[in-house]
């Protein structure tokens, strides 16, 4: 008599499945199970169908299974201003354009409802969780968790008022509640997050140095971003802003430092010995011509190397596969060695890298057992990906969104044969539609 077989939710065959850790594993004609919100088990598809009787079974035979993507650096609401002023340096972006329409439209609506596209274009995208960097937090954690899509949510800390918050004193007791009443949320996790070293002063980065002390919370900051954000630190404080957050001993392994473009030997000799992570957001910077994250000498120092896209304003988009790969391509030339920040590399960066940078690679960013099921499926089995040789290379430099064709965040499926769950996409474009008329008629600078 066989031996019962053992429930769950879900049975998934792929043709392959990369797992990112252990690395450069790729196992064929395998099969996972998921049962709850977490991976049972990864092995061959013979013993998973003698072993498992799964509520929904799931054939993929021409597909890859692997961690979600991690976007981990984003502002997701601005995803309501699309485009809206290109081909400008970064400063008279803010300035001019960006500051002006956020001025005029910050809302917890336009919070939500920025978010809502977002999601719905990072699911598609293959994306399972990001690293925000917005003002509102409590609309952000709401919209996140109606839509169950996994986030760190942002205490916003910046030195001037904004439609969030009147004062510094405001800024950290709104931002510290809403922090308290979604700890123990299952999708969502915290950051402190200063906006950026000429934005946020001293004393305002000595109180984030000590609630994430006290509250086991990553630091997210842009930093490092341009030459003029250098010259201007040097004029102000006499330092570089790296060595400035260093004095004030922010410097270590909470920190989660964005851009990171202009960077000394020495400044990364300094980030790897003190744990930081960095966020290459390489689109975005070559878009607003910031300069180049040195991805090759942070890699060889040992840095933990994350990939953002930063925010759809400035990029304009949310694609992690494409920015993945603009990654290890500009690594290569940056660096003037092709074999500089590989396709394995490029992925983990966008998969455990992107976990430990916010303090998850315990429960994301790779395949294994007891870890959460977010998961994708993408499909090799059309035209622009035949013929398939190594397929971590073949993801990397010719992978798409559109080949993303399933999705699974904590064992939930968001997306199946590339059909959203949860979203209601005509309404959804219709409230966009709503916004890029009142967009249009702000006046600015």
């Known amino acids: 008599m066989s031996e019962a077989r053992q429930p769950c939710d879900w049975l998934i065959e792929a043709g392959w499945i990369i797992p990112v850790q252990p690395a450069g594993l790729v196992l064929e004609a395998h099969a996972l199970v998921i049962d709850g919100d977490r991976i049972t088990a990864i092995l061959p598809i013979d013993e998973a169908r003698a072993r ?27 995803s309501l201003m699309r485009g809206v002023a290109d081909d400008l340096a970064l400063m008279p972006w803010l300035n001019e354009h960006i500051w002006p ?70 800024y950290f007791d709104k931002g510290l509640a809403v922090h308290d009443q979604y700890r123990s949320h299952p999708l969502l996790s915290f950051s402190m997050t200063p906006h950026a070293p000429y934005t946020v002063c ?67 000799a300094l980030c790897a010995a003190r744990g930081v992570s960095v966020v290459h957001c390489p689109q975005s910077n070559l878009k607003l011509a910031s300069g180049f994250c040195p991805v090759g000498a942070l890699q060889a120092a040992g840095v933990n190397l994350a990939i953002g896209t930063d925010g759809c304003a400035s990029n304009n988009d949310l694609d992690m596969f494409d920015e993945l790969r603009t990654a290890a391509l500009l690594a290569k030339a940056v660096s003037g060695d092709a074999t500089v920040f590989k396709a394995a590399e490029a992925l983990h960066a966008a998969t455990l890298a992107g976990a430990r940078a916010m303090g998850l690679e315990q429960h994301i960013g790779s395949l294994e057992p007891g870890k959460q099921a977010d998961i994708i499926a993408i499909d090799l089995d059309r035209i622009e990906a035949a013929p398939v040789y190594d397929v971590v290379s073949q993801l990397v430099y010719a992978g798409a969104r559109h080949w993303v064709s399933d999705v699974w965040i904590a064992g939930r ?33």
């Open 202 to 268: 001293d004393a305002s980065f000595e109180r984030i140095r000590r609630y994430a002390e006290q509250l086991d919370l990553p630091v997210h900051c842009h930093i490092h971003e341009t030459a003029q954000e250098i010259t201007e630190a040097l004029n102000q404080y006499g330092q570089r802003p790296l060595a400035r957050l260093d004095r004030l001993g922010l410097v270590n392994e909470r920190l989660t430092a964005v851009h990171m473009t202009q960077l000394t030997p020495e400044e990364i």
């Open 52 to 78: 498992y009787a799964p509520d929904a079974h799931v054939q993929r035979p021409g597909s890859v299974l692997m961690p979600g993507l991690i976007n981990a650096h984003t502002h997701n609401p601005m």
């Open 101 to 170: 329409i956020e001025r005029a439209v910050m809302t917890p609506d336009f919070i939500s409802d920025g978010i809502e596209l977002a999601v719905a274009e990072m699911i598609r995208g293959g994306t399972t969780c990001c690293n925000e960097n917005y003002f509102f937090p409590d609309a952000q954690a709401r919209t996140y968790d109606r839509l169950g899509f996994r986030a760190a949510i942002s205490i916003p800390v910046i030195d001037f008022p904004s439609a969030w918050a009147a004062s510094q004193d405001e």
């Open 413 to 445: 499926a968001k997306m199946l044969k590339c059909e959203l769950q949860d979203i209601d996409v005509e309404r959804l474009l219709a409230g966009t539609r709503r916004w890029q008329q009142t967009i249009r008629e702000i006046p600015r600078t």
